[in-house]
């Protein structure tokens, strides 16, 4: 599976941007975004399952984020609004290939065997 990670870019506190995750190769269920800053822990955002029924949040977000996904064009979004600067961050998408990890577990990393590189997202001040 190759996952492509966009829509990152600078942008200034208060507003909004969308996150793209486009994924080919192989089919894929569960999907998550995290994102992480120099020096830190991966931190989980978001996670969607197949059908887009099960969503799960991050509390540090929650309110903030809509995670939605197209599975004909196999990509799945994150849309980020009220941007602050602590969300500046190198966000990655991870996706499940073998099983349909619940979205609760998928937010320990369990069961995400494909990782994109991460787009930057640059919330100035």
């Known amino acids: 599976v190759q996952l492509q990670a966009s829509g990152g870019g600078l942008v200034q506190a208060g507003g909004s941007l969308r996150l793209s995750c486009a994924a080919s190769g192989r089919t894929f269920s569960t999907t998550t975004w995290f994102r992480q800053t120099p020096g830190k822990e991966r931190e989980f955002v978001a996670a969607i399952d197949w059908s887009g029924s099960r969503i799960y949040y991050a509390d540090s977000m929650k309110g903030r984020l809509t995670i939605s996904r197209d599975n004909a064009k196999s990509t799945v979004y994150l849309q980020m609004m009220s941007l602050k600067p602590e969300d500046t961050a190198v966000y990655y998408c991870?996706?499940?290939?073998?099983?349909?990890?619940?979205?609760?577990?998928?937010?320990?990393?369990?069961?995400?065997?494909?990782w994109g590189k991460g787009t930057l997202v640059t919330v100035s001040s």
């Open positions: 991870a996706v499940d290939t073998v099983s349909c990890t619940d979205v609760v577990v998928a937010s320990y990393r369990i069961g995400m065997d494909y």
